[in-house]
């Protein structure tokens, strides 16, 4: 069973600081994706990355995939209180198999 | 182009009840799957339907099934519900492939008495 694991679990920032949240696993994954969920809504694909070594940015969101695609990494510069969310990470293994998830970092960012 | 829609968004059982959830794909998508989300476990598979038939199964219970239906609406059942099945049940739909982005709706909120 591939787990992955997310840290840190909880963080509480003010508005326009940067930060980083994680996601590793002892598993190689074919692809991994970054979610953002609301309360009340279902989580939303903000990003896939699927080459090891890998970088894309959206806005002021940073996305890394470890050299070896077993980790991954997501960083926001200047947040703001619209950032604020669950962030949900999810792998995909090389046989097809369906996504598994992370726990999820849960940030609030206070005006 | 309207996303993906679940029925209800809040229902309240009691032990030993069974109750049924809904899930509507987004128009042209095939592929349908559902999860279970709770505070202590987050985010599980519990299984996925493509054209029909049951692709992928996470590790649950008999007592959670599911269904596809022609026009690729999904129902999932859970029978003799218990209090651990207490959950936000969200449905994601995809196109086809197991790669292919997918949508989810927006759950229905399960609480068992």
């Known amino acids: 069973t591939q787990l992955l694991e997310q840290s840190p679990q909880f963080l509480s920032i003010q508005e326009g600081e940067n930060l980083t949240v994680y996601c590793n696993s002892s598993?190689?994954?074919?692809?991994l994706q970054w979610y953002r969920q609301e309360p009340g809504e279902g989580p939303v694909l903000l990003v896939t990355?699927?080459?090891?070594?890998e970088v894309k940015k959206l806005k002021r969101l940073t996305f890394q995939f470890g050299d070896a695609r077993k980790d991954s990494s997501l960083h926001i510069t200047a947040a703001q209180p619209g950032d604020t969310g669950l962030y949900l990470c999810?792998?995909?293994?090389?046989?097809?198999?369906?996504?598994?998830f992370g726990p999820g970092t849960r940030l609030s960012v206070l005006p | 182009k309207a996303g993906v829609t679940q029925t209800p968004r809040y229902l309240i059982k009691t032990r030993g009840q069974q109750v049924t959830l809904s899930c509507s794909p987004i128009s042209g998508h095939r592929s349908v799957s559902w999860y279970q989300q709770t505070p202590g476990q987050g985010l599980q598979f519990l299984f996925e339907y493509f054209s029909e038939t049951q692709r992928n199964k996470g590790n649950f219970p008999g007592r959670f099934s599911g269904r596809q239906f022609s026009n690729s609406r999904s129902e999932m059942n859970v029978s003799t519900l218990e209090l651990g099945d207490s959950a936000l049940y969200l449905c994601a739909s995809k196109w086809r492939r197991v790669g292919d982005t997918q949508y989810f709706g927006p759950g229905t909120r399960l609480t068992v008495l």
């Open positions: 598993s190689v994954f074919s692809s």
């Open positions: 990355v699927v080459t090891g070594g």
């Open positions: 999810a792998g995909a293994g090389n046989y097809g198999q369906n996504f598994v």
